[in-house]
């Protein structure tokens, strides 16, 4: 699980190379727009619905009190939930042709490794957001019957949340290492091949990733690390061996 830390060892990479931080600019207040909008009307909602319920139902005031801070508490994460499935989603899409350059520097600057795919800045974007948007439908297509599960009665909810949280780390490994296989015209399969070659590490990687995405507004800053961080490590721990 050492991969967990690796973002750690690549902060320096953005004092090294000043224009990973100009690269990082546009997605964060982008993304930052989106999941602040998001969290906001969700947020208000569902505290406004469930208020007019719990007063309409419940006479005792003392009642209310508690069962408006449960609410409050449960409207909180399951709008966390619903804002982390939106940046993994649209901000993957906004995010994906500036994290392209960031990987592509660091796969230039740090390794001395240069693939002339010969496209202009849009036909590469159009290419980053064609294969983010493979990604995403991977994502859907696995924690969508995972979310339909978790309503089967006693072992939904743990069938859910292991095999969730594990999909999840693996994921998130594949989705910040991707880049440079992307460039290479890696296959998906053998993608998921590289990925999974490395179990220990790419779900300690996996998991940092997974945690860090799912708080609030550090996701959107820490975004740019870990495409960073997920392209040195694809290079450093030698996964660009198996890479065909």
């Given at each position: 699980?050492?991969?967990?830390?690796y973002?750690?060892?690549?902060?320096?990479?953005?004092?090294?190379?000043?224009?990973?931080?100009?690269?990082?600019?546009?997605?964060?207040?982008?993304?930052?727009?989106?999941?602040?909008?998001?969290?906001?009307?969700?947020?208000?909602?569902?505290?406004?619905?469930?208020?007019?319920?719990?007063?309409?139902?419940?006479?005792?005031?003392?009642?209310?009190?508690?069962?408006?801070?449960?609410?409050r508490?449960?409207?909180?994460?399951?709008?966390?939930?619903?804002?982390?499935?939106?940046?993994?989603?649209?901000?993957?899409?906004?995010?994906?042709?500036?994290?392209?350059?960031?990987?592509?520097?660091?796969?230039?600057?740090?390794?001395?490794?240069y693939?002339?795919?010969?496209?202009?800045?849009?036909?590469?974007?159009f290419?980053?957001?064609?294969?983010?948007?493979?990604?995403?439908?991977?994502?859907?297509?696995?924690?969508?019957?995972?979310?339909?599960?978790?309503?089967?009665?006693?072992?939904?909810n743990?069938?859910?949340?292991?095999?969730?949280?594990?999909?999840?780390?693996?994921?998130?490994?594949?989705?910040?290492?991707?880049?440079?296989?992307?460039?290479?015209?890696?296959?998906?399969?053998?993608?998921?091949?590289?990925?999974?070659?490395?179990?220990?590490?790419?779900?300690?990687?996996?998991?940092?990733?997974?945690?860090?995405?799912?708080?609030?507004?550090?996701?959107?800053?820490?975004?740019?690390?870990?495409?960073?961080?997920?392209?040195?490590?694809?290079?450093?721990?030698?996964?660009?061996?198996?890479?065909?």
């Amino acid at each position: 699980m050492h991969g967990f830390f690796y973002p750690l060892k690549c902060v320096n990479l953005f004092f090294k190379y000043p224009k990973l931080i100009l690269y990082s600019i546009v997605p964060m207040t982008i993304n930052l727009i989106i999941y602040g909008t998001i969290f906001f009307f969700a947020y208000n909602w569902l505290i406004g619905s469930s208020s007019e319920v719990l007063e309409s139902k419940v006479n005792n005031n003392i009642a209310v009190e508690i069962l408006g801070i449960l609410l409050r508490l449960f409207s909180f994460f399951l709008v966390l939930l619903l804002c982390y499935f939106a940046f993994v989603i649209f901000g993957g899409l906004v995010s994906a042709p500036f994290n392209e350059r960031m990987s592509k520097l660091i796969e230039e600057k740090e390794f001395g490794i240069y693939i002339d795919e010969g496209l202009t800045f849009f036909s590469e974007a159009f290419f980053s957001i064609k294969e983010e948007s493979k990604k995403i439908l991977f994502y859907l297509s696995v924690m969508l019957p995972l979310f339909f599960i978790n309503f089967i009665p006693m072992i939904g909810n743990t069938i859910s949340f292991v095999f969730g949280s594990m999909f999840s780390f693996f994921y998130n490994a594949l989705d910040y290492m991707d880049y440079p296989m992307t460039r290479k015209m890696t296959g998906f399969r053998n993608k998921l091949r590289v990925i999974i070659s490395q179990k220990s590490l790419s779900a300690g990687f996996g998991a940092i990733a997974f945690i860090l995405t799912f708080i609030p507004v550090i996701n959107v800053l820490i975004n740019p690390l870990l495409v960073v961080s997920g392209t040195s490590l694809y290079y450093n721990k030698n996964y660009s061996d198996l890479t065909k």
